[in-house]
């Protein structure tokens, strides 16, 4: 799976690619993440890509002409599937969302800044606008940065044990079971006999209800 994000500050996207299991993906040529400079596509002297708002009012607001060119160079080169634009009025991004990205093969995903982008941009090219939750944040990197992890950990092959993307919380309508590692007692704080009996299905079961009930407990609303 191909991103090509496009934002005014590439250097916030840096490090979050750059550990881990994001860094595992692209190394293991699984995912390939291409940061591209707004600047760069800039025409004005001073690489400036916002201006003043039509009709007043506080905030600068993101031009068309940089999006529209970094746009049209990426879709000569192959077709995306989705051009998503980070919105805080957007559709709130879940693991559905990440599941159904997590299947697709190019998208480009637009960062905002300051008061936001020019409408006209979002009319003619985006296709799907997503926001990471009811809050506002100065910019789309880091929400760029979240939804591409969440998506890249999805793809087959990304995480070493697979199994372990589908016992996560959400996956199916539940969260995750609690865990525990190493020692089987500190302080006299045990971990559940269960653990430690080696009888796989019946380990198997007692997450089941430990996750049914966490779910039942702090997330209703998954359940019905
Ligand atoms: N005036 C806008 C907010 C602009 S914030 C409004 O009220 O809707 C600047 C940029 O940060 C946005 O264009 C968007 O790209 C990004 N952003 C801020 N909060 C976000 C969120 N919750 N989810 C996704 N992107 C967000």
């Not at 590692?181 to 007692?206: F, Y």
């Amino acid at each position: 799976m191909r991103f090509d994000i496009i934002t005014v500050l590439p250097g916030l996207l840096e490090s979050p690619f750059a550990h881990s299991i994001l860094q595992r993906a692209q190394k293991k040529g699984i995912a390939e993440i291409h940061v591209h400079n707004l600047r760069d596509y800039s025409s004005q002297k001073q690489k400036s890509v916002d201006d003043y708002p039509y009709g007043g009012g506080s905030g600068m607001v993101m031009t068309i002409e940089p999006f529209a060119k970094c746009i049209t160079a990426l879709k000569t080169e192959r077709d995306y599937d989705e051009v998503i634009f980070m919105s805080p009025d957007g559709e709130t991004f879940n693991q559905k969302i990440a599941n159904q990205l997590s299947i697709q093969t190019n998208v480009i995903i637009l960062c905002g800044h300051y008061k936001g982008i020019d409408q006209r941009i979002r009319d003619i090219f985006v296709t799907r606008e997503i926001s990471i939750g009811d809050y506002v944040l100065s910019g789309g990197e880091l929400p760029a940065a979240v939804l591409v992890d969440a998506i890249v950990r999805l793809i087959p092959g990304v995480l070493s044990d697979e199994t372990s993307a589908l016992s996560d919380s959400f996956q199916d309508d539940m969260l995750d079971a609690p865990v525990y590692t190493r020692p089987a007692d500190w302080n006299g704080h045990k971990v559940p006999d269960i653990l430690l009996s080696g009888n796989t299905p019946e380990v198997e079961k007692w997450r089941f209800e430990q996750a049914l009930e966490r779910t039942r407990q702090r997330r209703p609303d998954l359940l019905k």
